[in-house]
C-alpha cells in the first residue's frame, strides 16, 4: 500500500533484462529531423537547468523558471505578442535573502498555476544540496517560499517561508480552493499554501528523498493526485483535508531493468501527467519506461487506469538503457499528446553524454503514437534535451530545455556549461503544430 | 582556460546529481554502515500493516523474555511486537481511544504491557497470550483492559515500571503530575506536580517544560526534568517527591526551555540523558551531580539514547524539522562517533530514509531497535559491533 519493502521481483526482471539484451537497436527515426523555432533568455546564459517550471496563461503569456546550482534561479516570462522575453526577477533577491549568504533560492522546479486573479502562483526550490550535510545549519537552505507575480502591477508577492530548510520540489495550483500544492524535497512530504486563508500545512511524508514524485496531477473536483511507492496512485481530497492511498497503479516497468536514472530510484512514479479538461482524465507517462497511460479519477470506486503505449524514440522501446522520461508532456488543443524524450539520458549538466530530443506525438483519436524526427534549429543545432512543456491557447507548444550553442569568430561563447563536450544554454523552444 | 573548464564540468557533474536528490555512492558516506541496519514495515505487506498516517512510532520497549512492543501514534494508535526469533513486526490491533502513546510503554515482571494514552489518559493493560498463533490485527482493536484514568483530564505523556515493587511511575500533561500506579492493588496516587508553569515565550507558546520520559536508578528512585530544567526524584521510601539541585545542562539562560528528551540507566548506577538543546549529560543519583558532555550533533534534541553490551551509547538526534542522525558515546574514551543519517538502502528490493525518530530501544540480543516516526514509518534494527 505504500513504498513498503519489495520483494519477489527477481524473476520478471531477469526475463526482461535478457529481452532487452537481445532486441536490436533500431535508429530509424533518427533520419527524420524537425524544425523548431526558439527565443534564448537574454543575460541568462548561466542559467543551467529547467525542470517542469514552465506554464501558458490564458493570454498566452509564457512563464518559465530557470534554475542556477549554486546561484540565483530566475522567472521569465515570453510575450509572443511582442515577440520580448522579460527577466522577472532573481529569484534569491525575490525572497528578501539576497544579503543572507545563505542557500540561495536557485529554482522554481515545478509548474506555475494561474488564479482567477490573474495571478501566478509559484513556490521555490534549492540548487545544491551537499549531501544533506547543510540541511537546518545556518549556512544552509532556509526553505522554499510560496510567491504570486502578478502581470496587471508586474509585482511579486511573497507568502513567506512553507517547509522549513525544504525545497517545494513538485508543485501545483489549483484555481479552485486557492491553493498552492508540493512536495518537498528532501523529506518527502505533501505540503500546501491556502491562499486566502495565508496557512501553511504539511500533510506529512509521502516519498523517499530519490523517489520524490514529479507532478502532482489537479482534477476538475480540486483533489490532488500524486504516486508512492510501485507506482500507487494517492488522491489529497481538499474537502476532508485527508490523504487516501487508492488501490490503483499506474503501468511501470520493475526496478533495476531501465538503466540510467531509473535504475538508482526505489521508488516508481509517473513522471507527468497532464489534465484532460474534454474527456475528465489524466495522461501521464512513467519515469521507468517512458509507459504512456490514462487515468480517469472519477470513473468506478476508485478510478480506472489504462495503459496506452510507450512514448519513447522510436527503436528505444524494449530497451533497457531508455532514457529517463522528462517533464515534457502537453497536450494540444488538437487532440494530440506531445512529447520530447531525449535519445541519450538527459538531465543538463548530469547527463549521459550528447542526444537530440526527439518530438512524439500520439493521436488520442486514432490512438497512434509518431515520432517526428530529431529536434534542431533552424540552422541545424541540435535541441540537446528538454524538461518542461505546456500548450498555448492558440495551440503552440512550448518547450524549456538546452540547446546547442556553437561559437562564432571572435566571439566568446555563452552557455551554461557543457553536455558531453558542447556547450549549451537555456531556450525557450516552440513548435506550431498547424504549421507543420 | 582549461583548468576553468575542468571545474565548470565538475560542478555541473556535481551539480547533475547533488541538485536533484539523486542518490549517488558517495551517499553511502554520509549514512550508516549498510551491513549494520536493517529495516522492517509495520506488518505484512502490502495489506496487513499499520496503516500511513497510524504507524509513527513513538514507544519502543524490551519485555523481559526479550519480546520488542511499540505503540505508534496518529488517526490511532496501534500496538506491536516483534519477537526477535522471528524477526517480523507483528500489529497487535489498535489501541481504543488513543491516537497517541508517547515513550509511555511499559512491561511487567509477568509480561503484562502497560500503555499511558493519549488524550484520554487511561493506563490500559495488555496481557500477550500466544501471540504467534494470532492473526495480525490491523483494524481490530487490540484487546486491552482499561484500568481508568490515572489524573483526571491529563494525557499520559512517559511510563516507566519498578518490576520488582511491582509499581507503575508515570507523567501526565499537560499539568505534569507525576503519578504511582501499584499493579497489585489497582490504584493509583498523585505525587505531584514536576513544572507549575509555562516557560516565558511568546502568546502561542503554552507548554509546560517537562522530560519526555522517566527513569528509575538502582534503588527504585523515579527520575524526571521539570521546570527549568530540573531534575525532579521521587524517593519510594520516603514517598517524596523533591526538586533536586542540579538542572540538565544547558546555555545559560536557556535552563527555562530545556528538557531531557531521552534518559537511560547505566548498569553502573549512573543515569545518562539527552537534552531537547542536543546535549549528553551524566547524571549521577549518589552524588547529585550532573556532568554535561557536550554536543554530538548540531541538530536539537536526542531522540532516543540506550546502551549496547559493547558499553557504548547509542542516541539519535534531530527535530521533528531535521533529517535524524545516530551517534554513539563511548564512556571509556569520552569519545563520539557520528554514525549518519538512518536510511536503509536495499535497491531494487526496498530503500528508506528515517527522518524523524523518536524511540528507540535496547534488545536483549544486542540489537538495537529504532523507531522511525513520521507518516509512513519503519522500524530500524541497526546492530553494534
Wanted: hydrophobic share 35%; aromatic share 10%; net charge negative.
Amino acid at each position: 500500500m505504500n513504498p513498503r519493502l519489495r520483494y519477489g521481483q527477481a524473476a520478471p526482471v531477469m526475463i526482461l533484462a535478457v529481452l532487452c539484451l537481445i532486441t536490436p537497436p533500431c535508429a530509424s527515426s533518427a533520419d527524420k529531423v524537425i524544425t523548431l523555432d526558439y527565443r534564448i533568455f537574454p543575460g541568462l546564459a548561466e542559467m543551467d537547468g529547467n525542470w517542469a517550471a514552465l506554464t501558458v496563461a490564458h493570454d498566452g503569456k509564457v512563464y518559465a523558471g530557470l534554475a542556477c546550482h549554486g546561484c540565483d534561479g530566475h522567472m521569465v516570462m515570453y510575450d509572443p505578442a511582442t515577440d520580448r522575453v522579460t527577466d522577472l526577477g532573481n529569484l534569491t533577491r525575490l525572497a528578501g535573502e539576497a544579503s543572507l549568504r545563505i542557500g540561495p533560492q536557485s529554482k522554481i522546479h515545478a509548474k506555475f498555476g494561474e488564479g482567477s486573479d490573474g495571478r501566478i502562483y509559484f513556490g521555490t526550490h534549492a540548487g545544491l544540496w551537499f549531501n544533506y550535510a547543510r540541511v537546518g545549519t545556518k549556512e544552509g537552505y532556509p526553505g522554499a517560499h510560496w510567491m504570486a507575480y502578478d502581470p496587471k502591477t508586474g509585482k511579486f508577492e511573497d507568502f513567506g517561508i512553507g517547509p522549513r530548510y525544504e525545497g517545494i520540489n513538485t508543485g501545483a495550483y489549483d484555481p479552485k480552493y486557492n491553493r498552492i500544492y508540493g512536495l518537498t524535497h528532501p523529506r518527502g512530504h505533501f505540503v500546501y499554501y491556502d491562499v486566502a486563508s495565508g496557512k501553511a500545512v504539511d500533510k506529512g511524508r509521502i516519498n523517499n528523498f530519490e523517489s520524490i514524485c514529479r507532478t502532482l496531477g489537479i482534477d476538475d473536483e480540486g483533489n490532488v493526485y500524486g504516486n508512492f511507492g510501485a507506482g500507487q496512485i494517492y488522491k489529497y481530497d481538499p474537502r476532508t483535508d485527508e490523504i487516501i492511498e487508492l488501490p490503483l497503479h499506474i503501468p511501470i516497468r520493475p526496478k533495476g531493468v531501465s538503466l540510467g536514472r531509473d535504475y538508482n530510484k526505489s521508488e516508481t512514479h509517473w513522471r507527468t501527467v497532464v489534465w484532460d479538461s474534454q474527456e475528465k482524465k489524466f495522461y501521464g507517462v512513467d519515469e521507468s519506461a517512458s509507459l504512456l497511460f490514462s487515468f480517469a479519477p472519477h470513473a468506478g470506486q476508485y478510478g480506472e487506469v489504462k495503459s496506452l503505449g510507450q512514448l519513447c524514440v522510436e527503436g528505444m522501446n524494449d530497451r533497457r538503457e531508455i532514457p529517463y522520461a522528462t517533464l515534457t508532456l502537453a497536450l494540444g488543443r488538437d487532440r494530440k499528446l506531445y512529447y520530447a524524450p531525449p535519445s541519450k539520458e538527459f538531465d543538463y549538466g548530469g547527463s549521459q553524454g550528447i542526444g537530440v530530443s526527439h518530438l512524439i506525438v500520439y493521436d488520442l483519436e486514432s490512438g497512434r503514437t509518431e515520432d517526428r524526427g530529431e529536434m534542431r534549429l533552424a540552422d541545424g543545432r541540435r535541441v540537446i534535451g528538454l524538461n518542461s512543456a505546456d500548450t498555448a491557447p492558440d495551440g503552440t507548444i512550448y518547450f524549456v530545455g538546452a540547446i546547442e550553442v556553437r561559437g562564432a569568430p571572435g566571439r566568446e561563447i555563452e552557455s551554461a556549461g557543457k553536455i558531453g563536450n558542447v556547450p549549451y544554454r537555456l531556450a525557450l523552444v516552440i513548435y506550431h503544430p498547424k504549421t507543420r | 582556460m582549461m583548468r576553468k573548464t575542468f571545474y565548470c564540468c565538475a560542478f555541473l557533474l556535481l551539480a547533475g546529481t547533488l541538485g536533484k536528490g539523486q542518490r549517488t555512492p558517495d551517499y553511502d558516506s554520509v549514512v550508516v554502515p549498510q551491513n549494520r541496519i536493517d529495516a522492517r514495515d509495520l506488518g505484512y505487506s502490502p495489506i496487513d500493516v499499520i496503516p500511513d498516517g497510524e504507524s509513527a512510532i513513538t514507544a519502543l520497549t524490551v519485555a523481559p523474555n526479550g519480546n520488542v512492543y511499540g505503540a505508534t501514534s496518529g488517526k490511532r494508535s496501534h500496538l506491536f511486537v516483534l519477537n526477535p526469533r522471528h524477526g517480523y513486526v507483528q500489529p497487535l490491533g489498535f489501541i481504543p481511544g488513543a491516537t497517541a502513546v508517547t515513550s509511555a510503554l511499559a512491561v511487567s515482571d509477568s509480561g503484562d504491557v502497560y500503555i499511558g494514552s493519549t488524550p484520554a489518559g487511561h493506563l490500559l493493560k495488555y496481557t500477550p497470550h500466544r501471540e504467534d498463533e494470532q492473526p495480525l490485527r490491523i483494524n481490530e482493536p487490540c484487546e486491552v483492559t482499561d484500568l481508568g484514568s490515572t489524573i483526571q483530564g491529563e494525557g499520559i505523556l512517559a511510563l516507566t515500571i519498578d518490576r520488582r515493587a511491582g509499581v507503575l511511575y508515570g507523567l501526565t500533561f499537560p499539568s505534569a503530575h507525576l503519578f504511582k500506579f501499584t499493579l497489585t492493588t489497582g490504584t493509583s496516587a498523585d505525587l505531584g506536580v514536576i513544572a507549575h508553569r509555562a516557560p516565558q515565550g511568546e502568546k502561542f507558546q503554552t507548554t509546560k517544560m517537562v522530560s519526555r520520559m522517566l527513569v528509575l536508578d538502582l534503588k527504585g528512585n523515579v527520575y524526571a526534568s521539570g521546570e527549568d530544567g530540573f531534575i525532579f526524584r521521587f524517593d519510594p521510601e520516603k514517598q517524596a517527591l523533591e526538586k533536586l539541585p542540579v538542572q540538565a545542562p544547558s546555555i545559560p539562560g536557556r535552563e527555562p526551555w530545556t528538557r531531557v528528551d531521552a534518559f537511560l540507566l547505566d548498569p553502573s548506577g549512573v543515569i545518562y540523558g539527552g537534552t531537547s538543546d542536543g546535549y549528553l549529560f551524566r547524571f549521577d543519583p549518589e552524588s547529585i551531580t550532573v556532568s554535561n558532555l557536550g554536543r554530538p550533533l548540531l541538530e536539537y534534541r536526542i531522540g532516543g539514547l540506550v546502551r549496547a553490551s559493547n558499553g557504548k551509547l547509542y542516541g539519535v538526534g534531530g527535530d521533528d524539522d531535521d533529517m535524524a542522525r545516530l551517534f554513539s558515546y563511548d564512556p571509556q574514551s569520552a569519545s563520539y562517533e557520528i554514525l549518519g543519517f538512518v536510511d536503509v538502502n536495499r535497491r531494487p528490493y526496498y530503500s528508506w530514509q528515517a527522518y524523524v525518530i523518536q524511540a528507540m530501544a535496547a534488545g536483549l540480543d544486542d540489537t538495537i531497535y529504532i523507531g522511525e516516526t513520521e507518516r509512513i514509518s519503519k522500524l530500524y534494527l541497526f546492530y553494534p559491533r
